[in-house]
Structure formats: structure tokens, C-alpha cells
């Protein structure tokens, strides 16, 4: 028994050593998210407009149902999202949509810090999204 106590305390006394601590002093400090962290999302942009095609896919998909599109035509005849919104206070980052996408219009980006005071800062806009 005073051998598992010992083991687990050398375990403990390690983390103390510098360089051996699995926390740092955030925010000073940032970590940088694997490739497959999924946080803040972003519409991918094509040559003159966005990637999305407005084909609905997204919002269907989402568990969530935090996906607004509204889909309009432009002068060549294309689809586009002329309204594309994510509710960030519903999303629960689960990555459908970007699995959804049959045109890979939209990613899932590293950014986590998306703390914020006023409600209507969670609402996601194309503009902002696109950014
Ligand atoms: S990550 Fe999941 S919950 Fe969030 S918008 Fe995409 S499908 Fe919806
Ligand atoms: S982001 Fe992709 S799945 Fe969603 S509406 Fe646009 S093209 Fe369709």
C-alpha cells in the first residue's frame, strides 16, 4: 500500500518540476488546438464569393438547429447564401456541417476564446464568418 502512495505521490511532485506541467498560465499563455479541434467555424471563401451553394444540407443536418440560410440566385444563375447565420449559443460543435457540406464551404477553425457579454454577439453572420 505505501508503495502505491509513494507512486502516486512521485506522480504528483513531477507535475511540479518545470516542464513537466500540463497547465499553463492562461491567457498569457495560449495553447495551440490540434488540427481536429473543433471551434469557431468559417465560411470558405471562393474567387468573387463565398464557397456555399445554399443547398440546406448544413441547417438540415444540425442537432442543434442553429443554421439559418436563405438562399438567393445571382446574375450567372448561382445559388447563393444571401442570409447565413449560426447561432454560437446553440452550436454544440459537433462538426455535421462541415461533414454535411457536399462543397467543403465550411470549416471548423482553431479559435476557442468566444466569450461575450451581449447576446447578439453570438449571432454569427455570413460577414463574420467569412472572415
Ligand atoms: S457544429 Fe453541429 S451544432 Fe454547430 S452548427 Fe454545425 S451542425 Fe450545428
Ligand atoms: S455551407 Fe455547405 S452544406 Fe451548408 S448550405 Fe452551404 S453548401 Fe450547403
Redesign the pocket.
Known amino acids: 500500500m505505501f508503495k502505491e502512495f509513494a507512486k502516486g505521490l512521485s506522480i504528483t511532485f513531477k507535475h511540479l518540476l518545470p516542464g513537466h506541467s500540463t497547465t499553463v498560465q492562461y491567457p498569457k499563455v495560449k495553447l495551440t488546438p490540434s488540427d481536429r479541434f473543433r471551434g469557431l467555424h468559417r465560411?470558405v471563401p471562393a474567387q468573387d464569393r463565398?464557397?456555399?451553394?445554399?443547398?440546406?444540407?448544413?441547417?438540415t443536418?444540425c442537432p442543434a438547429k442553429c443554421?439559418t440560410?436563405e438562399?438567393a440566385e445571382n446574375e450567372k444563375g448561382e445559388k447563393y447564401?444571401e442570409v447565413?447565420t449560426i447561432d454560437m449559443l446553440r452550436c454544440i460543435f459537433c462538426g455535421y456541417?462541415v461533414e454535411?457540406?457536399?462543397?467543403?464551404?465550411?470549416e471548423m477553425t482553431g479559435a476557442y476564446e468566444l466569450a461575450n457579454y451581449a447576446r447578439e454577439d453570438f449571432e454569427f453572420t455570413k460577414q463574420r464568418l467569412l472572415k
Open positions: 465560411l463565398e464557397k456555399c451553394v445554399a443547398c440546406y444540407l448544413c441547417p443536418v443554421i440560410v438562399s447564401p447565413y456541417c454535411a457540406c457536399p462543397v467543403e464551404a465550411i
